[in-house]
T-cell receptor, first 112, second 114 residues
């Protein structure tokens, strides 16, 4: 069945770059997403990428998509302590009207 | 713009009791979702509404869970009777454009079943 895999933890120092990786299974996924969840809060959409794109950049965020390997990554440049949160990768499964399948989330810890 | 509102934020019940959660989506958002997030996992879709119609409820345990969105705005999710494994955060989300998948989430309702 459909599945989204992520590493569970990532620890970086403030000012470094963070790279969070994700693999997905549905080759027909039209959109892929990164959501951020801070403690006690709901998920917040960070960015998304359409499947016909390889890269998308938005300020400190860079998303890379490798459709051949079904691999998605999120790079956060100049990581700040405020970036500490759980980051969820999600794919739209089952075509343009399908549902979002979320990974288990990567907990990013930023040390001063 | 007001966000997605959910209540209650926290609920503790004993197994076999019932519980109801309420969600008020962002004004004008036709699509509403209920997700279950078990500790340490990503959200899992329970049910999706488009206005007051159900689009997908394939993962809703219908023997104990029910949801409605009678007037196409607010929604209620009910669990009866609750089991220990229902302990989770229940997230409501809404979207204006279901195709792009930009969901706006509420803060969630944390359920503990003892």
């Amino acid at each position: 069945g459909e599945d989204v895999e992520q590493s569970l933890f990532l620890s970086v120092r403030e000012g470094d770059s963070s790279v969070i990786n994700c693999t997905y299974t549905d080759s027909s996924s039209t959109y892929l997403y990164w959501y951020k969840q801070e403690p006690g809060a709901g998920l917040q959409l960070l960015t998304y990428i359409f499947s016909n794109m390889d890269m998308k950049q938005d300020q400190r965020l860079t998303v890379l998509l490798n459709k051949k390997d079904k691999h998605l990554s999120l790079r956060i440049a100049d990581t700040q302590t405020g970036d500490s949160a759980i980051y969820f990768c999600a794919e739209r499964y089952g075509g343009s009207q399908g549902n979002l399948i979320f990974g288990k989330g990567t907990k990013l810890s930023v040390k001063p | 713009e007001a966000g997605v509102a959910q209540s209650p934020r926290y609920k503790i019940i004993e197994k076999r009791q019932s519980v109801a959660f309420w969600c008020n989506p962002i004004s004008g958002h036709a699509t509403l979702y209920w997700y279950q997030q078990i500790l340490g996992q990503g959200p899992k879709l329970l049910i999706q509404f488009q206005n007051n119609g159900v689009v997908d409820d394939s993962q809703l345990p219908k023997d104990r869970f029910s949801a409605e969105r009678l007037k196409g705005v607010d929604s209620t999710l009910k669990i009866q009777p609750a089991k220990l494994e229902d302990s989770a955060v229940y997230l409501c989300a809404s979207s204006l454009d279901a195709q792009t998948g930009e969901l706006f989430f509420g803060e969630g309702s944390r359920l503990t079943v003892l």
